[in-house]
């Protein structure tokens, strides 16, 4: 018995420090889009603060589907500090904020040139100025006047507004006093703050801490604290053996004086005071625990901002591919980067470059979330599937998205149009890309100065659009023939134009714009019979010969909208060699 004894003991041991173990953490599990971008926030908040250690602090769960947190930890943190710290590392660089200092450095630099001419620094100026002095900042000035120093410098730009009226020696004094001014920790902190409160987090979420209207001029930190880090701090120290409330989310028990409503998350739950109507018996019962309400608090941290909206890519496989898939820091992060000249919103092309890297041969359907930055804006979902990572990793294919990502816009009358931006959602979502395609040659008619930059985007739509197509058809396999055979056909069209320009004795094409308008509305509506008819006749008016390959319009038509894209491409003067890229695949 004694030897029996002797070896459950450590068993025994093992298993109470197992459960001294699991007693000690506190798990946030995966759920839906909101809370696992939720995760990703507080993953983020806790990489950026140097004194948290992982698997010491926090850690992955055993299970692969949460976020362990130790319990001392959560009771000890400053959970105010460190959320106000990780908005402002990760939203920060695009604040009015860092904006306005940017525009003084600019000023400055100007200033110190001996053609300086202040009247080209008015538009600054009145930035700064309508900025700086926007109702949120005065009332976030006036929550920590009393902890900065030089708070004269901001209560003279109250008083005396930046003009390029004054004096160059006294504006760059101004405008130096004002620079160190707004260095200081708080109020970088502070301005940077209400620009991403109104800016970001409001896109999320709203009507509850330092976005509820009545708090407008209250301190930020302290409403925050009020309402999401002391309760957590609080839920976590209590017991709750005898709380008959359950967390809607992760069905923890809770009283009725810690649960949170759902509805402060936007488009999720409408205002549940109110509308009861949706609950069995009226009776809510959609309620957060303080640690779910924490972590939904997070889901801005957990989207990146690319161009104008902002992405989320939602997977439930294990907690690690979630953040791996989101990583906001680390080689991805800095990859994906916009440069300085950069002008374009390739909004998508970062989710592209994370879907498409060492792991993605392993990866499933994949869902894509995207929010506007826009007030109204909501949410849109998008899902990966395997085929559609395996067009995008065409090399081809990924070669005319970056082409195109460098020029993406055509300019629509008064407005620009994201060709990259819609040729990937098109791809994303299913849809053919001739109707763009249409536009754009249709474009290259009617505008003379644009017809250069619609046709030189519409080869490269054209090109993804029937990789696309013989892709899918294939399942993946070489292709080489038939992208030969459309692109003979291409080449058939610009000898066509030559023919017909050198009758004319001319270079330019306005003598056949007519001819390729009609076959541009034939070939949308899929009229074989007319399309050929003009073909014909166009072609009796020639010493040419009726390709041999127009047979192939006869087919079907998904063979004859490749083939007669193709066609009229070449008649609109599109002639880039692609030859030798067929050849080799």
């Known amino acids: 018995m004694d030897g029996i004894t002797s070896l459950q003991e450590p068993s025994q041991m093992n298993l109470f420090s197992f459960m001294d173990e699991e007693m000690d953490r506190i798990t946030v599990s995966s759920g839906d889009f909101l809370k696992n971008a939720g995760i990703v926030g507080l993953q983020y908040l806790l990489k950026t603060n140097k004194n948290i250690q992982e698997d010491e602090d926090y850690g992955l769960s055993d299970d692969g589907q949460g976020l362990w947190l130790k319990r001392e930890f959560v009771k000890q943190a400053d959970w105010t500090g460190m959320y106000f710290q990780a908005f402002v590392e990760k939203y920060g660089s695009a604040t009015v904020y860092r904006a306005a200092l940017d525009k003084i450095e600019a000023i400055l630099e100007k200033a110190g040139q001996e053609n300086f001419q202040k009247k080209d620094c008015k538009e600054d100026l009145k930035f700064i100025n309508d900025k700086l002095l926007s109702n949120s900042y005065?009332?976030?000035?006036?929550?920590?006047?009393?902890?900065?120093?030089?708070?004269?410098?901001?209560?003279?730009?109250?008083?005396?507004?930046?003009?390029?009226?004054?004096?160059?020696?006294?504006?760059?004094?101004?405008?130096?006093?004002?620079?160190?001014?707004?260095?200081?920790?708080?109020?970088?902190?502070?301005?940077?703050?209400?620009?991403?409160?109104?800016?970001?987090?409001?896109?999320?979420?709203?009507?509850?801490?330092?976005?509820?209207?009545?708090?407008?001029?209250?301190?930020?930190?302290?409403?925050?604290?009020?309402?999401?880090?002391?309760?957590?701090?609080?839920?976590?120290?209590?017991?709750?053996?005898?709380?008959?409330?359950?967390?809607?989310?992760?069905?923890?028990?809770?009283?009725?004086?810690?649960?949170?409503?759902?509805?402060?998350?936007?488009?999720?739950?409408?205002?549940?005071?109110?509308?009861?109507?949706?609950?069995?018996?009226?009776?809510?019962?959609?309620?957060?625990?303080?640690?779910?309400?924490?972590?939904?608090?997070?889901?801005?941290?957990?989207?990146?901002?690319?161009?104008?909206?902002?992405?989320?890519?939602?997977?439930?496989?294990?907690?690690?591919?979630?953040?791996?898939?989101?990583?906001?820091?680390?080689?991805?992060?800095?990859?994906?980067?916009?440069?300085?000249?950069?002008?374009?919103?390739?909004?998508?092309?970062?989710?592209?470059?994370?879907?498409?890297?060492?792991?993605?041969?392993?990866?499933?359907?994949?869902?894509?979330?995207?929010?506007?930055?826009?007030?109204?804006?909501?949410?849109?979902?998008?899902?990966?599937s395997k085929d559609v990572l395996m067009l995008l990793n065409d090399k081809n294919i990924r070669n005319d998205l970056e082409r195109l990502s460098k020029f993406p816009y055509v300019k629509m009358g008064k407005d620009f149009w994201n060709i990259h931006e819609n040729v990937i959602l098109n791809v994303l979502r299913y849809r053919s890309q001739y109707t763009m395609l249409n536009k754009l040659l249709k474009m290259a008619l009617d505008n003379d100065k644009g017809s250069e930059g619609a046709m030189y985007r519409a080869a490269f739509v054209y090109d993804i659009q029937l990789r696309t197509s013989l892709l899918s058809e294939s399942g993946g396999e070489k292709i080489g023939g038939a992208l030969m055979n459309r692109y003979r056909v291409r080449d058939e069209g610009y000898k066509l134009r030559n023919e017909l320009l050198g009758a004319k004795g001319t270079s330019d094409d306005a003598c056949i714009r007519g001819t390729v308008y009609q076959l541009l509305n034939a070939l949308s509506v899929g009229n074989v019979e007319h399309f050929m008819e003009i073909i014909m006749r166009v072609y009796c008016s020639t010493k040419l010969q009726v390709p041999n390959a127009f047979i192939e319009f006869l087919k079907d038509k998904d063979t004859f909208v490749e083939y007669g894209y193709a066609f009229l491409l070449g008649l609109q003067g599109s002639h880039y060699e692609k030859k030798e890229e067929v050849v080799n695949e």
């Open 138 to 384: 005065r009332s976030g000035f006036e929550n920590i006047r009393r902890d900065i120093e030089n708070a004269e410098v901001y209560e003279l730009l109250k008083t005396s507004k930046l003009k390029e009226s004054m004096e160059t020696e006294e504006l760059c004094a101004r405008l130096r006093q004002l620079r160190d001014f707004l260095e200081q920790p708080l109020c970088e902190e502070t301005f940077s703050m209400k620009s991403i409160i109104y800016n970001y987090i409001n896109r999320f979420w709203d009507g509850k801490s330092f976005l509820l209207r009545a708090n407008a001029a209250k301190d930020m930190k302290e409403m925050f604290d009020r309402d999401f880090s002391e309760p957590l701090r609080q839920y976590v120290l209590a017991g709750h053996e005898k709380a008959k409330e359950l967390c809607i989310d992760c069905s923890e028990k809770m009283d009725t004086k810690e649960r949170v409503s759902i509805a402060f998350m936007k488009d999720q739950a409408d205002d549940l005071t109110r509308k009861r109507s949706a609950f069995w018996n009226c009776k809510v019962d959609a309620w957060l625990c303080p640690v779910c309400a924490f972590v939904y608090s997070l889901a801005p941290l957990g989207f990146t901002l690319t161009g104008r909206n902002f992405v989320f890519i939602n997977m439930n496989r294990s907690v690690e591919d979630l953040l791996d898939a989101n990583a906001s820091y680390g080689k991805l992060a800095r990859d994906a980067e916009r440069g300085e000249k950069e002008k374009y919103a390739s909004w998508i092309a970062r989710t592209i470059d994370l879907l498409l890297g060492e792991k993605s041969r392993e990866l499933g359907n994949i869902q894509v979330i995207a929010r506007g930055t826009g007030e109204g804006d909501s949410y849109t979902f998008d899902v990966i």
